[in-house]
């Protein structure tokens, strides 16, 4: 099997169409049909496509897991990141803030000094 890249994850996915529960109950449908047909013609072909499908599923299941908790993950320290910088933006904030009040102190006593 080759080793294909994984896709950008910057993908724009606005062009897939959304799977609705109708399309699912449809496609479910079709695949008992085609495995009750398979069943009926071919026992042991139908038993080994059928194992075969549920091991993708479950290997595919596991991917989609993993790909969540890494995502998780990555937006767990984009958070944190931002929190961060956030704190650090309010705490300059509160020292400019001490600043000016300082110098219009500094203003206020020499203007009144001058009085």
Known sequence: MPN???P???QDFSAIPIITSDAIRSDSKKLV???CNLFEKE???AMASLVEDVCVH???LAQLQQAIFVRQDQLKKIIAEKEKYQQEKE?????RIAQISKRLEKLEDYFNRRM
Do not use: G, L, N, R
């Open 4 to 6: 294909k890249k994984s």
């Open 8 to 10: 950008d994850f910057h």
């Open 33 to 35: 049909d085609d495995y």
């Open 43 to 45: 026992p042991d072909k």
């Open 58 to 60: 479950t290997t595919i």
């Open 91 to 95: 705490d300059a904030e509160k020292v």
